[in-house]
């Protein structure tokens, strides 16, 4: 095996000797911030009643089935307009959190929310801990692709743009979907492929999205062990999910193949009529299945990890062109792989400051049309360059054109090219 690079980081040469330090420290300030902000800073206002996710509240209620035996019926949960959509796993994570709920009968904010539902205190630390894996994921890549230098500030732009609209949201699934994506693309950076695919199945089993990284994930396998990275990374995920229908199929087919939205929750999409409520599939999203198989085939062979990882974080990003309501934590994924891709081409602070820029629009409610033209000005600001790398054609060393980058910096490490 000969290995092609442009240049190598002297510090990432020596790897890392502390790969956990900082991700524990800012996912304990995480935890902190989170908790403080949902307890006591309601408290201090005069709110009358914690600030908590409602969506965590029925991820929760789905784990109680699992320490019930009840592990197959954890679609079951909720009513028409408040079901548990996340991937089978989730339930098997939280389920400690509701053995501890159900032994010392704390309060759940669902069915109903009680201004203070006692079960918080034990579940918002632990899925805000999630941050913890989240940012050695992101470390971790870092490291791989030779990015010695500013791993800290990375880690810190994907907390602020990233982490933090999961949880506001509460979707840790969403957070640990993309730590087994990251993790994933390291494994396949660092030629260890098939070993990748398995936690690419693991991610697509904790939220469906992460299905869209497939096709790139095998285009930049080596073409002998293709087909066994396809099989790995896509099989488990349709045995298990299969084996929930099999087994309820009536509610696991409206989570799973027929997912709901709701209008009135998020921002609705042009396409989508102003007076929809409820919709129980989107067909437009196999858009963003197209779009993952395109990119995917125009990336095959491709050794260079800044055009690898901007290729996926386009994918992700561009999903919400596809859905017929979109969120703040929909865009975290795309936002987490750009960051990385674009730490390994130059600075990324204006990419940060454009991230975080998108993410305010979002409590913001002003006309539709006016409100799209707006994300669209700056999802283009996010999506048009790395895409314009995609579309150009590679260097002698797979590699479009010299990147700029700092004196400290010398650049990524390419994929080692094998025979």
């Given at each position: 095996m000969s290995t092609e690079a442009r240049g190598r980081d002297p510090v990432s040469e020596l790897g890392d000797p502390h790969p956990w330090r900082a991700a524990i420290v800012l996912g304990l300030l995480a935890i902190a911030a989170g908790m403080l902000a949902s307890t006591v800073l309601p408290v201090v206002l005069g709110r009358g009643g914690w600030w908590t996710p409602g969506d965590a509240w029925i991820s929760l209620r789905a784990a109680h089935y699992v320490p019930q035996g009840a592990?197959?019926?954890?679609?079951?949960?909720?009513?028409?307009?408040?079901?548990?959509?996340?991937?089978?796993?989730?339930?098997?994570?939280?389920?400690?959190?509701?053995?501890?709920?159900?032994?010392?009968?704390?309060?759940?904010?669902?069915p109903f929310?009680?201004?203070?539902?006692?079960?918080?205190?034990?579940?918002?630390?632990?899925v805000l801990a999630s941050a913890i894996p989240l940012l050695y994921a992101v470390r971790a890549l870092?490291?791989?692709?030779?990015?010695?230098?500013?791993?800290?500030?990375?880690?810190?732009?994907?907390?602020?743009?990233?982490?933090?609209?999961?949880?506001l949201y509460g979707h840790v699934e969403d957070a640990i979907a993309l730590t087994l994506l990251l993790l994933a693309f390291r494994d396949l950076l660092a030629g260890r492929e098939l070993r990748g695919a398995l936690l690419v199945a693991a991610a697509i089993a904790f939220k469906q999205w992460s299905l869209l990284a497939v096709p790139v994930f095998v285009a930049i396998s080596p073409a002998p062990v293709r087909l066994r990275v396809a099989v790995r990374s896509?099989?488990?995920?349709?045995?298990?999910?299969?084996?929930?229908?099999?087994?309820?199929?009536?509610?696991?087919?409206?989570?799973?193949?027929h997912t709901p939205t709701f209008a009135s929750l998020g921002h609705s999409a042009l396409w989508i009529s102003p007076s929809a409520d409820y919709l129980s599939s989107v067909p437009a999203r196999a858009g963003a299945i197209l779009l993952a198989v395109v990119v995917g085939w125009r990336m095959r062979d491709q050794r260079d990890p800044s055009r690898v990882l901007a290729a996926v974080g386009v994918i992700l990003l561009a999903r919400f062109f596809f859905e017929s309501v979109v969120h703040a934590y929909y865009l975290a994924p795309g936002i987490t792989f750009l960051l990385v891709s674009?730490?390994?081409?130059?600075?990324?602070?204006?990419?940060?400051?454009?991230?975080?820029?998108?993410?305010l629009a979002f409590p913001?409610?002003?006309?539709?049309?006016?409100w799209w033209a707006g994300v669209y000005v700056l999802g283009a600001a996010l999506l048009v360059?790395?895409?314009?790398?995609?579309?150009?054609?590679?260097?002698?060393?797979?590699?479009?054109?010299?990147?700029?980058?700092?004196?400290?910096d010398p650049g990524p490490r390419a994929v080692l090219s094998r025979s």
């Amino acid at each position: 095996m000969s290995t092609e690079a442009r240049g190598r980081d002297p510090v990432s040469e020596l790897g890392d000797p502390h790969p956990w330090r900082a991700a524990i420290v800012l996912g304990l300030l995480a935890i902190a911030a989170g908790m403080l902000a949902s307890t006591v800073l309601p408290v201090v206002l005069g709110r009358g009643g914690w600030w908590t996710p409602g969506d965590a509240w029925i991820s929760l209620r789905a784990a109680h089935y699992v320490p019930q035996g009840a592990w197959p019926l954890i679609y079951e949960t909720g009513t028409k307009h408040d079901i548990f959509d996340g991937g089978p796993l989730l339930p098997l994570v939280l389920a400690p959190v509701a053995y501890v709920s159900d032994l010392f009968h704390l309060r759940e904010g669902y069915p109903f929310a009680p201004p203070y539902p006692s079960a918080w205190i034990v579940y918002g630390p632990y899925v805000l801990a999630s941050a913890i894996p989240l940012l050695y994921a992101v470390r971790a890549l870092a490291t791989e692709i030779g990015l010695g230098a500013r791993r800290l500030l990375l880690q810190g732009a994907v907390l602020i743009v990233a982490f933090v609209p999961i949880a506001l949201y509460g979707h840790v699934e969403d957070a640990i979907a993309l730590t087994l994506l990251l993790l994933a693309f390291r494994d396949l950076l660092a030629g260890r492929e098939l070993r990748g695919a398995l936690l690419v199945a693991a991610a697509i089993a904790f939220k469906q999205w992460s299905l869209l990284a497939v096709p790139v994930f095998v285009a930049i396998s080596p073409a002998p062990v293709r087909l066994r990275v396809a099989v790995r990374s896509l099989v488990p995920p349709a045995l298990l999910e299969g084996a929930f229908l099999a087994m309820d199929y009536p509610y696991a087919s409206r989570a799973l193949l027929h997912t709901p939205t709701f209008a009135s929750l998020g921002h609705s999409a042009l396409w989508i009529s102003p007076s929809a409520d409820y919709l129980s599939s989107v067909p437009a999203r196999a858009g963003a299945i197209l779009l993952a198989v395109v990119v995917g085939w125009r990336m095959r062979d491709q050794r260079d990890p800044s055009r690898v990882l901007a290729a996926v974080g386009v994918i992700l990003l561009a999903r919400f062109f596809f859905e017929s309501v979109v969120h703040a934590y929909y865009l975290a994924p795309g936002i987490t792989f750009l960051l990385v891709s674009e730490r390994a081409w130059r600075r990324i602070v204006t990419k940060t400051a454009i991230a975080a820029a998108l993410l305010l629009a979002f409590p913001l409610h002003p006309d539709r049309q006016l409100w799209w033209a707006g994300v669209y000005v700056l999802g283009a600001a996010l999506l048009v360059p790395p895409a314009r790398r995609l579309l150009a054609r590679p260097g002698p060393r797979g590699d479009p054109g010299a990147a700029p980058r700092e004196a400290d910096d010398p650049g990524p490490r390419a994929v080692l090219s094998r025979s």
